[in-house]
T-cell receptor, first 111, second 116 residues
Framework: RKEVEQDPGPFNVPEGATVAFNCTYSNSASQSFFWYRQDCRKEPKLLMS???SGNEDGRFTAQLNRASQYISLLIRDSKLSDSATYLCVVTPDNAGNMLTFGGGTRLMVKP | DTEVTQTPKHLVMGMTNKKSLKCEQHMGHRAMYWYKQKAKKPPELMFV???????INESVPSRFSPECPNSSLLNLHLHALQPEDSALYLC???????????????FGSGTQLSVL
């Protein structure tokens, strides 16, 4: 089993739709959780951190479920510019500088 | 714009060439990283420098040689690469080691490397 797993997609949605991605992680000692966004041939950029209580930033909502070991990202009112690959990133534990990336979920928002 | 600057943005080299990738950040970060990313794959960690000392080498072949001249600069020296080394090479930094809570990675825009 991979340490961090994501559905690769692609998720094809129309503009204005609501779409949600999940990401599961295997290490129950994982400390920090993030969603990064990566456009084709560009660097990953931090979209948002994921906090235990859940957090929202505009159209984006992130949730953490420690009991089931998954995090989620909800995008409301999708825009064409949301088309990208969304990477789930987990800091496993206090053992060092290891970030574990999920394989990414590709989102395509269509007019 | 990213605050981590990488040069060059694109590089084409032959298998006998020697080249270097450069990375610079002025955010006062003390941890810097090299990642390699193939198309449609997530970034793979290569090296980690913490306070200018190499702290992690993820079993990277010796044809890749990192160097951290000071706290703001990180280089990756390339020699005798293979075509399968063609990838996007990403530099990143964080305030301190990622093991501490809430530490985040800031990526440079990458160097797209093609080895012929």
């Amino acid at each position: 089993r991979k340490e961090v797993e994501q559905d690769p997609g692609p998720f094809n949605v129309p503009e204005g739709a609501t779409v949600a991605f999940n990401c599961t992680y295997s290490n129950s000692a994982s400390q920090s959780f993030f969603w990064y966004r990566q456009d084709c041939r560009k660097e990953p950029k931090l979209l948002m951190s994921v906090y235990s209580s859940g957090n929202e930033d505009g159209r984006f909502t992130a949730q953490l479920n420690r009991a089931s070991q998954y995090i989620s990202l909800l995008i409301r009112d999708s825009k064409l510019s949301d088309s990208a690959t969304y990477l789930c990133v987990v800091t496993p534990d206090n053992a060092g500088n290891m970030l574990t990336f999920g394989g990414g979920t590709r989102l395509m928002v269509k007019p | 714009d990213t605050e981590v600057t990488q040069t060059p943005k694109h590089l084409v080299m032959g298998m006998t060439n020697k080249k270097s990738l450069k990375c610079e950040q002025h955010m006062g970060h003390r941890a810097m990283y090299w990642y390699k990313q193939k198309a449609k794959k997530p970034p793979e960690l290569m090296f980690v420098y913490s306070y200018e000392k190499l702290s992690i080498n993820e079993s990277v072949p010796s044809r890749f040689s990192p160097e951290c001249p000071n706290s703001s600069l990180l280089n990756l020296h390339l020699h005798a690469l293979q075509p399968e080394d063609s990838a996007l090479y990403l530099c990143a930094s964080s305030q301190v080691v990622l093991a501490l809570p809430k530490q985040k990675l800031f990526f440079g825009s990458g160097t797209q490397l093609s080895v012929l």
